[in-house]
């Protein structure tokens, strides 16, 4: 029996206590949850999704969006990535806890982790209204992979002055809660193994453009959570390849690698 309870959709796919984690190999977005997961020392199965092909377990357990990751635990499943790393800090091992402690920088961690997948026009924050325009980091590297539109120039730099804006907000903090990796790191640092696929397509180096959040990356690849879990670079510039291939947005890039 499957239904939704509470705005967590409810399918009786797994044994009470058991997680399965449906997720596609370089989703930045499953990434984040197998982090949060590792981070916790959960014990979880995890079922690859093809993407082009969904399977009947992932279209019941996420029947609105029908779309990974979604988490299952106990039969029950949760969707959306940030709504996913919230349940798992509160259902596992509560320290270290992976959101700040203080509401406003709790608040400020969810507003950026937001920033870097969803559409945002207008928004405050630091009690300044801040105007970023229609696409952010995510809608932007999609842009610049795929062929389909004829801007990916244009998407490169609106990418770049939004990594600039983290750089910005990381400062010369360790991490961006500042000696602590935690919800915003694991929100980000996803994209980052995608962003040779980015720099090959874009034709530019991120190193010369914000070279204090390249050093982040390095430093959260020091942990053995975010090492073990990121696909290579090289690999998801293979995935992307292919994926730019069956959606039709092949161009001159491909037959030079």
């Known amino acids: 029996m499957a239904g939704l309870v509470g705005g967590v959709f409810t399918a009786a796919v797994a044994g009470d206590e058991e997680v399965l984690l449906l997720s596609w190999r370089a989703s930045v977005f499953g990434l984040r949850v197998r982090i949060a997961l590792e981070e916790k020392g959960v014990r979880y199965a995890y079922k690859e999704e093809d993407v082009f092909n969904k399977s009947d377990l992932l279209l019941q357990s996420n029947p609105i969006h029908r779309k990974v990751p979604v988490l299952i635990h106990g039969g029950r499943s949760v969707c959306e990535s940030l709504v ?53 980091i995510y809608e932007c590297e999609r842009r610049i992979r795929h062929n389909k539109y004829k801007d990916r120039e244009a998407a490169k730099e609106e990418l770049i002055g939004h990594l600039k804006l983290l750089e910005e907000l990381l400062g010369d903090k360790v ?8 919800f915003l790191d694991i929100a980000l640092i996803t994209f980052s193994c995608w962003f040779y696929t980015f720099e090959t397509f874009g034709s530019f180096v991120l190193e010369n453009e914000c070279p204090r959040l390249l050093a982040w990356v390095r430093r959260c690849m020091e942990r053995e959570s975010v090492a073990k879990v990121l696909p290579s670079p090289q690999e998801v510039f293979k995935i992307a390849c292919m994926v730019r291939k069956k959606l039709g947005f092949v161009d001159e890039k491909e037959h030079a690698f």
């Open 84 to 136: 996913i790393l919230e349940y798992v800090d509160q259902v596992w091992d509560p320290s270290p806890s992976l959101l700040p402690a203080d509401p406003y920088h709790r608040a400020s961690a969810r507003f950026w982790a937001d920033f870097a997948g969803n559409k945002r026009s207008l928004s405050v924050i630091h009690g300044k209204v801040c105007i970023y325009g229609k696409l952010q």
């Open 175 to 182: 991490y961006f809660a500042g000696d602590s990796f935690g």
